[in-house]
C-alpha cells in the first residue's frame, strides 16, 4: 500500500521560496517507477487545484497556469521522493499542498484521476 508524507510547509513572507517534499514508502524502488506524481493545493473555501504533476518516469511535467514559470516539480525515485519547488510566493499561494499518486505513466491536473493521498502540508503566505 502506497503512503505519502509531505513536509516543508510554513509561513513565509511574499516572495520567498519553499520547498516541498513528498516522501513516499509502503512501495519498492521498482514500483514506484510506475506512479505518477500530482502536487494540488487547497486554499479555505476552495475547491482543490492541481497545481503540478509529474510522469512516473519523470520525463513529462506539467503545471496549471497559475503557478507557470514559479513552481517546478521534481522526483528521486531512489530516494522515492517528489519535490515541489516554490518561488515568489503570493498570498494567493496560501492554501493546504497535497502530493497524490496514480498507477499510470502519464500524470493528471485532476485530482480524480489519483488513488493515493498524503495528509498535506500548510502554505502561508503573509506579510
Known amino acids: 500500500q502506497l503512503h505519502l508524507v509531505e513536509s516543508g510547509g510554513g509561513l513565509v513572507q511574499p516572495g520567498e521560496s519553499l520547498n516541498l517534499s513528498c516522501a513516499a514508502s509502503?512501495?519498492?524502488?521498482?514500483?514506484?517507477?510506475?506512479?505518477?506524481i500530482g502536487w494540488f493545493r487547497q486554499a479555505p473555501g476552495k475547491e482543490r487545484e492541481g497545481v503540478s504533476c509529474?510522469?512516473?518516469?519523470?520525463?513529462?511535467?506539467n503545471y496549471a497556469d497559475s503557478v507557470k514559470g514559479r513552481f517546478t516539480i521534481s522526483r528521486d525515485n531512489a530516494k522515492k521522493m517528489v519535490y515541489l519547488q516554490i518561488n515568489g510566493l503570493k498570498p494567493e499561494d496560501t492554501a493546504i499542498y497535497y502530493c497524490?499518486?496514480?498507477?499510470?505513466?502519464?500524470?493528471?491536473?485532476?485530482?480524480?484521476?489519483?488513488?493515493?493521498w498524503g495528509q498535506g502540508t500548510q502554505v502561508t503566505v503573509s506579510s
Open positions: 497524490a499518486a496514480r498507477l499510470f505513466r502519464q500524470c493528471m491536473l485532476e485530482g480524480e484521476q489519483y488513488n493515493y
Open positions: 509502503g512501495v519498492t524502488l521498482v514500483t514506484l517507477k510506475y506512479y505518477a
Open positions: 509529474i510522469s512516473s518516469s519523470g520525463d513529462n511535467t
